[in-house]
């Protein structure tokens, strides 16, 4: 039986250019802020399951928790919903604080 793991996909993708911006913005972890060392990553690149292409993404939700992408709570008025990614690549857009 295969653990079950957090990171584990397939996922639902999106990108938001809102979501981007209010997280370049704003930072909440202030004892990493102050150590200048943490990394706030704002996108992340996956592999989509159907074209095997790399795509960045803002978001993912796992596609066993939320089988309908409808019902993700990813509410940004500028989503775009970017299919089913099953393969993390690498860290897209980030600062580090």
């Known amino acids: 039986m ?3 793991v957090a990171n584990n996909g397939p996922w639902h993708a999106f990108y938001s250019a ?3 911006k209010l997280s370049k913005q704003y930072c909440y972890i202030k004892d990493e802020e102050k ?3 943490y990394k706030n990553v704002h996108t992340n690149f996956y592999i989509n399951k159907n074209t095997g292409k ?3 993404i803002s978001a993912v939700y796992r596609t066993k928790i939320y089988p309908n992408y409808n019902n993700c709570p990813y509410y940004f008025k500028d989503k ?3 299919g089913i990614v099953d393969e993390w690549v690498s860290i897209g857009q980030y600062d580090y604080i």
């Open 18 to 20: 809102t979501s981007i």
């Open 54 to 56: 790399t795509i960045e």
């Open 2 to 4: 295969e653990k079950e």
């Open 80 to 82: 775009v919903y970017l």
């Open 35 to 37: 150590q200048k060392k």
